[in-house]
DNA sequence: AGGGGTAGAAGAACCGTTTCTCCATGAGAC
DNA sequence: GTCTCATGGAGAAACGGTTCTTCTACCCCT
């Protein structure tokens, strides 16, 4: 084993593998000690700008990279932020079906790079072993369902989370959403101003807050105005379902003139349906439905879309988690309100803080009756105006 | 600081805030040692099963975890695989605007997660720090660009690369992409049979391999069947200059009678262009671009697609990196072909091993003139055959 | 009875940092 | 001259697991 063959500190120079260099490799060839060499590079301790260049020099010269794992382990911060999306059905996540998940996780990421985290993405049904394997230091979770265990066991050990939607019951360190009820009101006023009598409303099956925030709206404005309800639900994951659930609100005796449609594919689905039934729009149904899709500026009438503004939504959440992850030391109480004062669960008193933001109506032809095209004229050649 | 009063082993009792469980909490608990508690935990070590299951038993009451960092530490395997996009301008990276990312990204997080591997979203031109500061067991690379420093950066330093793509300059550990000369082809001859006489295409200006390999087969096939070539190329990730790329492209002397367009909203972009100059289609125009959008089975008409099958290359190209990650001992040679033969850079020897998959070609009424409405209109607009 | 094999479990090194503590040294104050 | 204090830097203890090695019985065989 040629013992005593030792080169920098401890490692038995048996088998040595080209491996990546070490903060002890950069100690010796700088002829410091690794405690100098650490603070050096991290701009720490008491240290002449001349040692510290000198060490950066040598470090780069043997292309050290500091072990993450190390790092993680010593000071407890891993630099990792858990992205959880609820998931339905078969397919770990939905993703792509709604253009705001990709939106809001696409700002997510971006918000949580420059300030020098990353995104670990998590199905909030995965196996336990993965979770539980992955030094997270906070979580994101995007519309958890009331008393999600999963949320639950991370609050309980620490982690902080902010949670995209308001939670039932499950406790968060705080949350972001939109204003739902206001948007809806917004958009049936909007609605009732462009002439519709009977505003019919598609929506979903499952309990997750939009939905029935959103819903509820709806029955309210129903009741205020006097208006009977018209809707019709259908599991919002489910695509196939969607199509169908329009076309049977178009069939229905008591026919709306207008309707919002709370999912993204409903805006298509509708318009097909009123296709079907010979209903033109915006003439004999005013269209509206909730989406993050730009395709809807190119159909046939353009339709009035509602942006929830997920890029927004992304950024402060992931901004106020950092704001926890960094501000509070996370569970024991200790260290708390050095730097902020108790905003964040000072010992889980009260509710946690939660910030409403405003969506944005996005108004096309489907939802103006006073649109200048009024008859059904066939396409303009570009040589007409 | 009442000295002696050590509990579990050597974690003074000073300040004992209520951490999490450790594993000699564990041990202490259940009357054993450590690596016992490790071995029973783990499956490893000779331990009868009545020990095993008691260890387990007292480590759940407890509520035991183990940090994911120390164990990253000694073993040298974090579970966390890096997500690469390309990235365009200012924004971290693209994800919404081509779905096929969403989708891909999807597919891989799946794949990992059922191997117990969790996926980080890391732009390729994110902060520095922030890629050395994760400790990650591999990376996947979506279509990186020639010479690539990042992924040689990567490759250099021992971790696995696969991409998704042909790459250019770069080494990689292994890549996958489409066949995409032949979904070129295939679609030429699919509208060369449907009574194309002169095939246009909307390409991009970018330089990475799809866009490349698609052109490079459009031009061949010109040349070959001795059409002149009719394309215009735009910026793609930026989603305004399509729209005029498709304008310019119909309104050419030359206009051609359909086109082929390599992006996701080439589609309604085309659609739009060609109502705007009065072409119906398929009547006038025959249509056909790349996309997974499925909005393209519901327009007027619907429009043909081209899918890259995102999903199966996500779900691939992740196989592959787990496969690279786990049979081989990544860059020294030590390990090297236990279990596996020299598939994967043995020594970096000869090429990387690449897999072509195909894609899938959805045909819909505006590739098909033989569509029953075709009886109206007059068939061919630039003058007579 | 002695020796070898094995089951069960403990000891301790090690992974690569950060950071707390402490030690020289030299300059200025008295 | 000694005391203090600041400066520059080294030593070594964590951090919390995994794993290689060793140790002790105990049983079986001859």
Redesign the interface.
């Known amino acids: 084993m040629t013992a005593a063959a030792n080169q920098s500190g401890r490692r038995p120079t048996t088998s040595r593998?080209?491996?990546?260099a070490g903060i002890r490799d950069v100690a010796a060839a700088a002829g410091v000690s690794i405690t100098t060499v650490s603070d050096a590079l991290n701009g720490k301790g008491r240290l002449p700008e001349e040692t510290r260049s000198r060490v950066r020099e040598v470090a780069e010269r043997l292309?050290y990279?500091?072990?993450?794992?190390?790092?993680?382990?010593r000071t407890g911060r891993?630099?990792?932020i858990g992205l959880t999306v609820t998931t339905y059905g078969e397919?770990?996540?939905t993703?792509?079906e709604f253009?705001y998940f990709?939106?809001m996780?696409?700002a997510a990421?971006?918000a949580a790079?420059?300030r020098?985290?990353?995104?670990?993405?998590?199905?909030a049904s995965?196996?336990h072993?993965?979770w539980?394997?992955?030094?997270l230091d906070g979580t994101v979770v995007i519309d958890p369902p009331d008393q999600d265990p999963l949320v639950s066991e991370l609050y309980r050990?620490?982690v902080p989370v902010v949670s995209d939607g308001k939670p039932g019951n499950c406790p968060v360190t705080a949350w972001v959403d939109n204003d739902h009820e206001a948007a809806v009101l917004n958009i049936l006023d909007h609605l009732s101003e462009a002439g519709a009598r009977r505003i019919g409303l598609l929506t979903g099956t499952s309990t997750d807050t939009y939905t029935r925030l959103s819903t509820e709206a709806y029955l309210d404005w129903c009741r205020r105005v006097g208006q009977e309800p018209v809707y019709e639900t259908y599991p919002a994951h489910d695509?196939a379902a969607g199509a169908v659930a329009a076309d049977r609100l178009l069939a229905r005796p008591d026919r709306p003139d207008a309707v919002y449609g709370l999912f993204d594919p409903n805006g298509?689905?509708l318009?097909?349906a009123a296709?079907r039934y010979g209903m033109r729009v915006p003439d004999d149904l005013l269209l509206v439905c909730c989406s993050?899709?730009?395709?809807y500026a190119?159909?046939?009438p353009p339709i009035t879309t509602l942006s929830l503004k997920p890029r927004r939504i992304g950024t402060t959440v992931v901004n106020l988690l950092i704001d926890a992850i960094e501000g509070v030391d996370s569970g024991?109480g200790?260290d708390v309100g050095r730097l902020f004062p108790p905003r964040f669960r000072t010992a889980s008193a009260g509710p946690p803080p939660g910030t409403l933001m405003p969506t944005e109506l996005i108004v096309r032809a489907s939802s103006q009756r006073r649109s200048p095209r009024t008859t059904v004229s066939p396409?303009?050649?570009?040589g007409e105006v």
Chains 1, 2 share one sequence.
């Open positions: 593998r080209l491996e990546r292309g990279r500091p072990s993450a794992a190390a790092r993680t382990l891993s630099g990792l397919e770990p996540f993703f792509t253009a990709a939106e996780a696409r990421t971006s790079l420059s020098g985290y990353a995104l670990v993405v998590l199905p995965s196996r072993d993965v539980g394997n992955i030094a050990s620490g695509p298509t689905d318009l097909a296709r993050e899709s730009d395709v190119g159909t046939e024991t200790v396409p303009r050649l570009p």
